[in-house]
């Protein structure tokens, strides 16, 4: 009796220390977004006197003069446009790809998966100046095509070994199964392999705007034409054209991370669900 006391009575103390560590990092999280949101319904002067606090004043044309000054009709425009096309343009090659590394045996299967592992290893940095003189010299600089074949390339290496580990736990038997039925390798990618690794691409996409959204260095090295900008590289435009207007700056912070956190708050089970599955499900 004593004994189950006991474990009562440690378990009630490691699920208090538990929740309150995780609520700990809830407010930690989401106190310093709520101060942005807060500053951009205040005014300059109010946020460089005191940037922490509530509106003394509550100004809401900060967000519709930050949009029009800031362009971000277009610039919305342009990062969509380059997410969708990227998302699709990754999802095939390394739903193929990573299927045919997982599932078929041939010579140079060892050699692509090193290469990925290697790929994955090296800072994106290290070859932006090769990669702008390349694209320069075919004349690719300062047009959407720069940005996508760049955010593409980025992008498979990484997703490409994610979706390899989690359709290596797709039992092999399925797809023979298929074959015996009269299925060749690309029906049982689309009939079989597909239906179970839904969660999974629906990660892959996921993880990919969020970086095609947020990205900066390529988007402002690559890009110069304003009506061609992404949505990251509007802050530019705050800092140094109109000088430094904090409410602004706040703001265009809101109107930046907004689309993320909403797209989270929307597909945050289905993209947990594809990042810990590693077995499939009945």
Known sequence: MNRSVRRGVKYRISSIISYAYLIFMLLFAAIPLLQVFLNSFRSDREVKTMPLGLPDEWVFNNWSETWVVGGYATAYFNSLLTAFVVIA??????GLGA????????????????????????????????DY????????????????????????????????????????????????DGCNELNSLLKITLPIAKPMFLTIAILVFVHVWNEFLWSNTFITSDELKLVATRFVKFTGEYGSNMARIYTASCITILPVIVLYLIFSRRFIEGMTSGSVKA
């Open 89 to 94: 343009i990754v999802l095939v090659v390394v």
């Open 99 to 130: 299927y045919a590394i997982s599932k078929l045996q041939f010579k140079l299967r060892g050699f692509f998966t090193a290469y990925f592992f290697v790929a994955i290893s090296l800072p994106s940095f290290l070859y932006i100046v090769p």
């Open 133 to 180: 003189f390349v694209m320069n010299k075919i004349g690719l600089v300062d047009t959407r095509w720069s940005l996508m074949i760049v955010y593409t390339a980025t992008q498979i290496p990484f997703n490409m070994l994610l979706l390899r580990t989690f359709l290596a736990g797709i039992p092999r038997e399925l797809e023979e199964a298929a074959k015996i």
